[in-house]
């Protein structure tokens, strides 16, 4: 019995020798610090320098055209957060963070319906409901839509309806990662790809804000 329990203690600090020789190794190493880059909530940045959020937003208008830009501004600082990053983005090995940290970014932008697309003679909706990110952690583009028919007794949130060549003022939020400091490069943030949010990271695709 004496044996066998000398036995099991040799194999149960055997056992620890190598879990504490993981623990120090350098791959474990590295990815307690990944863990701890990318779960330290970012510094808040200077009120005083608010962001040019139009390249941002250019992101968020559908390619075709049909949404026009007329102006856009920051509403409030821009809010320190841990964001989830796009699915090809995070790291290949397994416990590895699937996170960054990053920041929510409050606007209020003016946009216009420009209607394309309709053949000539072709009657051209009086309105058409706009669609785009307007509630809390959501990754929303703006779009445009047909007006939903209200159904009696289900009560909902009124659609923002844009009649053709008219301007309407709207507020939301997007979304930027933190970058690490480089050298010889300005601090900037990288804007979460709305555009192709299930591709790989291209760096001549990220949309960069400076800071």
């Known amino acids: 019995m ?6 099991n203690e040799a194999a149960a600090e055997k056992l620890q020798q190598v879990a504490t020789a993981a623990a120090n190794s350098p791959e474990a190493k590295a990815r307690e ?6 779960t330290t909530t970012p510094p808040q ?25 007329v102006s856009v501004k920051a509403t409030g600082a821009a809010q320190p957060a841990i964001l989830l990053l796009p699915i090809l983005w995070r790291p290949i090995k397994g416990n590895y963070p699937p996170m960054a940290p990053g920041y929510r970014l409050p606007f209020e932008a003016v946009l216009k319906w420009k209607p394309m697309g309709y053949a000539p003679g072709e009657k051209i909706p009086a ?10 952690d959501t990754l929303n583009t703006f779009s445009l839509r047909e007006p939903e028919v209200t ?6 949130t009124a659609p923002i309806l844009l ?49």
């Open 2 to 7: 004496t044996g066998c329990q000398s036995d």
């Open 33 to 38: 610090a990944a863990w701890r880059i990318a």
């Open 45 to 69: 940045l200077a009120a005083d320098k608010p962001l040019d959020l139009r390249p941002a937003l250019e992101q968020l208008l559908p390619q075709d055209g049909y949404l026009q830009l």
């Open 127 to 136: 309105a058409m409901a706009l669609d785009g990110p307007w509630e809390p």
């Open 151 to 156: 159904v009696p007794g289900q009560a909902g």
């Open 163 to 211: 009649k053709p060549g008219q301007a309407v003022t709207v507020r939301g939020v997007a979304y930027a990662y933190a970058t690490p400091p480089a050298a010889g490069q300005a601090p900037r943030l990288v804007l979460y790809p709305y555009r192709n949010p299930l591709g790989p990271p291209d760096s001549r695709k990220m949309v960069y804000l400076p800071l």
